[in-house]
């Protein structure tokens, strides 16, 4: 029988549990909420990327880094060089100019397009609204999305001897100027330059489009208060509120144009002589043609801290918060 007052206390509650007691994951189970806390689910998912990037990024960089210091033909046995390789590059008169060459294309891939994408995006910004502006930006957009061989092979015909463009010099009365532009020692590199500007402006325009939608119009009209014409207006608000949208441009188009490959491949071939060569085509040339697999290796090296070198400060200038 029980008491009038309960069942004498057990020790336990209903449940069969110590009432001082609490149920604790097993380890294992412990072990696992630790780590998903600590990020390792998330690492699952970026692990094939990660494995990816390893095999065809990190493991040829750094075979390349080791090839720089051998002489080797890619068959035989290698033989330690040391920095016979770069000093090869840094002494040597061709590949000085074929280096000259990636940072003349700079002006003309990178400065150009932002240059010309600015003034474009202002005019966007300004005069198209609705399905017209969408109709702009995707003509402008085109250049980009067409294949680099494509676009070589199209300027190519326009910029021969009887080409499109020198036949509206012609007609214009211009003829003394007409000339074979890809083929001539003075204005084949700025041809190049034309069409490599022609395909990055609608990358540029769209990026720096995108990046005006984003200022806040209580700026324009702040200016407009204080009697700012558009000219002001553009270089008091626009353009500091561009700076991030301009740091990715000048990145993106000066790695396009030091890494320069396709367009020069089929346009020119590197000629007429050397005046066109850039260091991508001539890697290709030394490492298949040439079989100097160990001052390829050495160039393309050089040209990666090139790279660096151009980019890094423009990074840390256009990085930061907007105000």
């Known amino acids: 029988?029980?008491?009038?007052?309960?069942?004498?206390?057990?020790?336990?509650?209903?449940?069969?549990?110590?009432?001082?007691?609490?149920?604790?994951?097993?380890?294992?189970?412990?072990?696992?909420?630790?780590?998903?806390?600590?990020?390792?689910?998330?690492?699952?998912?970026?692990?094939?990327?990660?494995?990816?990037?390893?095999?065809?990024?990190?493991?040829?960089?750094?075979?390349?880094?080791?090839?720089?210091?051998?002489?080797?033909?890619?068959?035989?046995?290698?033989?330690?060089?040391?920095?016979?390789?770069?000093?090869t590059v840094f002494t040597d008169s061709d590949l000085l100019k074929i280096i000259g060459n990636a940072l003349v294309l700079i002006v003309f891939f990178s400065f150009v397009p932002v240059a010309l994408g600015l003034l474009v995006a202002s005019l966007v910004r300004r005069i198209t609204t609705g399905a017209f502006g969408t109709v702009v930006r995707t003509v402008l957009f085109l250049p980009q999305v067409i294949p680099l061989v494509a676009a070589g092979i199209a300027w190519s015909w326009l910029l021969s001897s009887n080409g499109l463009v020198n036949q509206v010099l012609r007609a214009v009365g211009l003829g003394g100027v007409a000339r074979a532009w890809l083929g001539d020692f003075d204005t084949a590199l700025p041809a190049v330059g034309v069409i490599g500007a022609w395909v990055l402006l609608g990358l540029c325009t769209i990026l720096l489009v995108t990046g005006m939608s984003k200022i806040d119009p209580a700026l324009y009209e702040a200016a407009r208060l204080d009697g700012a014409g558009p000219v002001r207006e553009f270089f008091a608000v626009t353009l500091p509120s561009l700076r991030q949208e301009i740091g990715v441009c000048l990145t993106v188009t000066i790695i396009a144009a030091l890494a320069s490959f396709d367009i020069v491949y089929i346009s020119t071939s590197g000629g007429p002589g050397l005046q066109t060569t850039v260091p991508g085509l001539e890697i290709y040339r030394l490492a298949f043609s040439q079989r100097q697999v160990g001052l390829a290796s050495a160039l393309a090296v050089v040209l990666m801290l090139l790279v660096l070198v151009c980019v890094l400060p423009i990074q840390r200038l256009t990085r930061g918060d907007k105000s």
């Open 1 to 87: 029988m029980t008491s009038a007052l309960g069942s004498a206390p057990t020790g336990r509650d209903g449940t069969g549990r110590s009432p001082g007691r609490t149920t604790r994951p097993s380890s294992a189970r412990a072990h696992r909420l630790r780590w998903a806390r600590a990020g390792g689910t998330g690492w699952l998912f970026v692990l094939p990327a990660v494995l990816m990037y390893a095999a065809f990024v990190l493991r040829p960089l750094v075979l390349t880094i080791q090839y720089s210091f051998y002489n080797w033909n890619g068959i035989g046995v290698a033989r330690w060089a040391g920095l016979d390789n770069y000093l």
